[in-house]
């Protein structure tokens, strides 16, 4: 008796709590990551220096190719629950070794995510505040503070982050919108003269289009963290897929429509491209045609909108990490977790040391240019994560004999892998090859940690649970639908 309480109480300690977030919270988290208010207010600026005018259709290219990857997580997230997401996706089907380094590649993703959104943050609090401090090493105060609070947030309560997130991002897009429209209506003849030309992909040199492609993924990439709440959302096979598609959807469409926006908005790609140097350039549309002041409501809300994303972000990271060391990949007995607050801490603490380690490293940069860095080395390394999900996928579909599922997927792989070969070759000049190199470093590091890794410490039961399929009819596909982790 005494063995089996000490057996639950150990066991308590190394888990989340269950049935703790509603759909709104699941959905808040997967829009939250992706921060669409906060994003719409400078990257569009940053994408026209890519792309120049076709700043909509790389944002809406870039939906299409996730819409795949987001049927590859939907096809995972029905049949499996679990805060591991890709530990147990891409583990359960091919081995445990290419899940942990598909797992290792998100886990990256989302600490530089987290990262640049603190950067990105800390420019519009500098712009809002203390304007005469832009250009100088001050902005690193202001991301510390915004670090502080994300860790204290998400060590507190994953209900409490996951709903803020939802109400920050809803009140930070109708406030967006507002600016939407008046300039629309103020701008009838640049709207007229432009057309629907910038949302047309055809006649963009792919060279051109795949970078485009790639940087727009820094906007809203990262939905699938939803699927780190599996074994904390209310009906997780039901609820996770719809957050993920919603979250999506909405994303992309408001950063494809507000790219036109800017677009419209300035004389020229490179006017819009230049605006970024000088604070937010949604703001300064929101002051021009809405009236002073409105810049300020839109610098606070990106603010609010990156607050979410910062939250979604250490919360996704922190549960990668808090599965592997429940699974025992990862050392350090990171599994355990608040004995009131069931939130992985120990796992928050070494996701709160590797989130502000890279602001420190780039302090002589302008936020600007540190959210680029990082946002951007996330990206390459999340798209090759995508990649390894839509194979694994694939594989999955095949075993269970569907064959419309296959070919829906299949296609993903072609579209994610074209994107991937179109912009490692030529390889890039400039700034942008050093963002190669360091996520073809990491993919490097990757596969050293997954081929060294030692299967006799693993608690394979635990890294993939022991329900992998919903409890439908394709319960009496299983043994056919999964193999063995090697």
């Known amino acids: 008796m005494i063995s089996s309480e000490s057996g639950a109480k150990s066991a308590e300690k190394r888990s989340l709590r269950r049935d703790s977030i509603a759909f709104v919270g699941t959905v808040g988290s997967a829009v939250g990551i992706q921060a669409p208010a906060g994003g719409v207010s400078f990257l569009p600026a940053l994408m026209a220096g890519i792309v120049g005018l076709s700043g909509p259709a790389s ?5 299409v190719v996730m819409l795949f990857v987001a049927f590859a997580f939907v096809v995972f997230t029905r049949a499996f629950a679990s805060a591991g997401s890709v530990y147990t996706f891409t583990g359960r089907v091919l081995g445990v070794r290419y899940g942990v380094f598909a797992a290792w590649l998100l886990l990256l993703a989302y600490v530089a995510f987290a ?5 990105s943050n800390a420019n519009a609090l500098v712009t809002l505040f203390f304007p005469q401090l832009l250009g100088t090493p001050f902005w690193l105060v202001m991301a510390g503070l915004l670090w502080a609070a994300t860790i204290f947030l998400v060590r507190y309560s994953i209900r409490v982050s996951t709903v ?4 920050l991002e809803a009140v930070a897009v109708v406030l967006i919108g507002v600016v939407a429209v ?3 209506v103020h701008e009838p003849a640049r709207v007229a003269s432009l057309g629907l030309q910038p949302f047309n992909p055809v006649g963009v040199p792919i060279g051109v289009l795949a970078p485009g492609v790639i940087f727009a993924f820094t906007g809203f990439a990262g939905f699938e963290v939803a699927a780190t709440l599996g074994e904390e959302s209310r009906a997780p096979r039901r609820v996770i897929p719809a957050a993920m598609v919603t979250a999506l959807v909405v994303s992309g469409a408001i950063y494809t429509v507000m790219s036109y926006v800017e677009t419209v908005a300035y004389p020229s790609a490179s006017a819009l491209a230049a605006a970024a140097d ?4 949604l703001a300064a549309i929101a002051d021009r045609f809405v009236g002073s002041g409105m810049g300020a409501a839109v610098i606070v809300a990106s603010i609010i909108s990156g607050f979410g994303a910062q939250l979604a972000a250490a919360n996704g990271a922190a549960r990668l990490l808090f599965a592997g060391g429940r699974a025992g990949i990862v050392p350090g007995r990171v599994e355990f977790t608040h004995p009131r607050f069931r939130t992985p801490t120990r796992a928050i603490a070494v996701v709160a040391v590797a989130t502000i380690v890279p602001l420190l490293a780039l302090n002589s940069r302008s936020p600007l240019g540190a959210f680029d860095d990082l946002a951007t080395y996330g990206a390459d390394l999340i798209v090759v994560a995508y990649l390894l999900s839509l194979i694994a996928a694939v594989v999955f579909s095949i075993r269970q004999r569907r064959a419309a599922r296959v070919v829906v997927l299949a296609v993903g792989v072609l579209l994610v ?7 490692v070759f030529p390889f890039p000049a400039g700034e942008s090859r050093w963002y190669l190199i360091a996520a073809g470093l990491s993919l490097v590091a990757g596969g050293v940690i997954a081929a060294t890794l030692r299967r006799d410490r693993l608690r394979t ?7 992998p399929v919903p409890p439908t009819a394709e319960r009496m596909t299983a043994s056919s639908a999964t193999r063995p982790v090697e």
């Open 417 to 423: 892998g074209y994107v991937i070969a179109a912009t």
């Open 115 to 119: 990262s640049s959104v603190f950067a």
């Open 164 to 167: 803020l997130i939802f109400v």
């Open 59 to 63: 944002f809406g290219s870039a939906v």
């Open 182 to 184: 008046a300039m629309l």
């Open 278 to 281: 000088h604070g937010v350039p």
């Open 461 to 467: 039961a635990e890294l993939f649970g022991d329900d």
